[in-house]
């Protein structure tokens, strides 16, 4: 059994929708997320290079465990287009146990 602190929200951000898609669609055809929901468009303001910068990106939030993080920052890192991926993983306090359920059926075996 996976305990609640394993669960995770790994967030990033991409240029376009379809760049996100792909994404999406690698991490949980490799079993690496259960499911990633895309938000967007979103503005981003950030700088960059010494530079103030604006862009619309859009957001990807990746539903998975700890024992796979480092492999799905990797993929993420291999499809993303950004010299620097913002890669966040944030632990979910609580989630009902019928989804978990659900995700673990979703993810790579150990």
Do not use: F
């Amino acid at each position: 059994m996976v305990a609640m602190s394993d669960i995770l929200e790994v967030t990033t951000t991409l240029e376009t929708a379809e760049q996100a898609e792909m994404l999406a669609e690698k991490v949980v055809q490799e079993r690496l997320a259960a499911c990633v929901q895309i938000t967007g468009p979103i503005t981003s303001v950030y700088s960059w290079q010494g530079k103030l910068c604006k862009s619309t990106e859009y957001r990807c939030t990746i539903k998975t465990i700890g024992r796979l993080l480092d492999p799905l920052m990797e993929a993420i890192r291999d499809l993303h287009p950004y010299d620097v991926a913002e890669i966040l993983a944030t632990p979910v306090v609580k989630a009902s146990s019928d989804y978990v359920q659900w995700m673990l059926q979703q993810l790579r075996e150990p």
